[in-house]
């Protein structure tokens, strides 16, 4: 009987063991099960993601401070961007930049245009800054325009110096699309790169010569002595210059045509870009002013025009200025009524709040045109009462944007042009990467 109770003590033994056994190798099996599944995943922040108690969104104030900048009485805080993808791997968030929720978030809305088409206002939605910052560097500096270059004066006995003169005409914007042309650069100046304008104006020496008759104090008062000399003075020279290179034999009597400073081979206004659009100055760029002569003045040049970007000299740059700013957000923390609604309203000097009337006489107050504000600050200041009641932000990613033409090219075509050269920028650069 003890030898039977010890064989089945033994058995038992024998079974337990076999069971541990299987645990064991089960919990193993278990645990490579989810080492591969971690693997299989990737592992870093994409197995952090796939725990279920891991929380998918940053925390409201987390959020806040990611995406807006904080306009508090004494400086602005939270304005850097975070750009790093593991900056919020703590509670499990990926912030690495996906070219499909870019996609998705960003778009353009146009908000105002000029009566004039000069200028332009509108919003870029979901971009980066460095993005922004990016179509402003390139549309004041490499959209490329046409601008006098060169300067031949045949006479100029004004007050204004030859270099001033030259220097003045640089800087007339000309209306005319850059793009129907090719860059100068070493080339001979021809049809295609170079646009040739005839300046010559000059002031009667008296009244005789300006009106045909006697002079006499009566006319004296009513005509005036001097001119002025505007852009609409430049003319056109389609077929190119007409002053001619200086021989260097003035006793040849060779019949060959004499050369100019151009090399045009045909006429500019018989190419079909040009023949029903003409080169010159357009309302209100030919009202500028030149230059005034006085009584026996002239002035008579040469002005020669070619393609040029704004880098290279400021008289090439499209734009008379290209600026953004990110979205001003102003939210009420509580409702404001009475008194102090009227007391706010007055602190703002744009007139961003409106009061609106609401039951038994009273009244309170509003945010209406949070476009307008200009961070100037004057809601919070008085006391920190103010800073607690009113909370001034601006959105990161969301950017007003307005570009001002000189006239050589209308607004938005000068943001598309900016698009197109972003983008190549970008092809050169994946392509010398690769």
């Known amino acids: 009987m003890a030898k039977k109770d010890q064989r089945m003590?033994?058995?038992?033994?024998?079974?337990?063991?076999?069971?541990?056994?299987?645990?064991?190798?089960?919990?193993?099996?278990?645990?490579?099960?989810?080492?591969?599944?971690?693997?299989?995943?990737?592992?870093?922040?994409?197995?952090?993601m796939s725990l279920p108690d891991v929380p998918r969104n940053l925390p409201p104030h987390v959020e806040l401070q990611r995406t807006r900048v904080f306009a508090n009485i004494d400086a602005p805080t939270h304005t850097d961007s975070i750009q790093y993808s593991g900056a919020f791997a703590s509670v499990g968030l990926d912030n690495s930049f996906r070219l499909d929720q870019f996609r998705n978030n960003f778009r353009v809305e146009v908000i105002r245009f000029s009566d004039d088409g000069m200028d332009m206002e509108f919003d870029m939605i979901g971009i980066d800054p460095a993005l922004a910052n990016a179509f402003r560097r390139i549309l004041i500096a490499e959209v490329p325009t046409m601008a006098i270059e060169k300067v031949f004066i045949a006479n100029n006995t004004s007050l204004i110096q030859d270099e001033v003169l030259a220097h003045?005409?640089?800087?007339?914007?000309?209306?005319?699309?850059?793009?129907?042309?090719?860059?100068?650069?070493?080339?001979?100046?021809?049809?295609?790169?170079?646009?040739?304008?005839?300046?010559?104006?000059?002031?009667?020496?008296?009244?005789?010569?300006?009106?045909?008759?006697?002079?006499?104090?009566?006319?004296?008062?009513?005509?005036?002595?001097?001119?002025?000399?505007?852009?609409?003075d430049l003319k056109w020279l389609p077929k190119g210059s007409e002053f001619y290179l200086e021989s260097e034999d003035s006793n040849s009597n060779s019949t060959s045509k004499s050369k100019t400073y151009t090399s045009f081979t045909c006429s500019q206004d018989s190419l079909p870009e040009f023949s029903n659009n003409k080169i010159g100055f357009k309302e209100p760029l030919d009202d500028i002013n030149i230059a005034r002569l006085g009584p026996g003045q002239e002035i008579e040049?040469?002005?020669q025009a070619v393609k040029g970007v704004g880098k290279t000299h400021a008289k090439w740059s499209p734009v008379a200025t290209a600026w953004y700013r990110m979205l001003p957000e102003v939210v009420l923390l509580e409702e404001i009524e009475d008194k102090d609604a009227e007391t706010l309203k007055d602190k703002c000097p744009v007139g961003v709040f409106d009061i609106e009337d609401i039951a038994n006489g009273r009244k309170r107050i509003n945010v209406a045109r949070p476009r307008a504000c200009t961070l100037c600050r004057e809601c919070i200041r008085g006391g920190d009462e103010w800073e607690k009641r009113v909370s001034l932000r601006r959105v990161k990613?969301?950017?007003?944007?307005?570009?001002?033409?000189?006239?050589?090219?209308?607004?938005?075509?000068?943001?598309?042009?900016?698009?197109?050269?972003?983008e190549s920028k970008c092809e050169r650069v994946i392509s010398e990467l690769s």
């Open 9 to 48: 003590s033994e058995t038992e033994t024998e079974e337990e063991e076999e069971t541990e056994a299987e645990s064991m190798s089960e919990s193993e099996s278990e645990s490579g099960s989810e080492e591969q599944k971690q693997e299989s995943k990737g592992g870093g922040i994409d197995y952090i």
């Open 397 to 422: 990613d969301h950017f007003i944007f307005t570009i001002e033409s000189t006239g050589a090219l209308p607004p938005e075509v000068l943001f598309t042009e900016a698009v197109k050269i972003l």
């Open 301 to 303: 040049l040469e002005a």
């Open 168 to 232: 003045r005409l640089g800087l007339i914007p000309i209306s005319v699309d850059p793009r129907l042309f090719e860059y100068a650069e070493n080339n001979a100046p021809n049809e295609r790169n170079t646009i040739v304008f005839k300046l010559h104006v000059q002031c009667a020496k008296d009244l005789e010569e300006e009106k045909g008759q006697s002079k006499n104090k009566k006319d004296e008062k009513k005509v005036p002595p001097r001119i002025t000399v505007k852009a609409k």
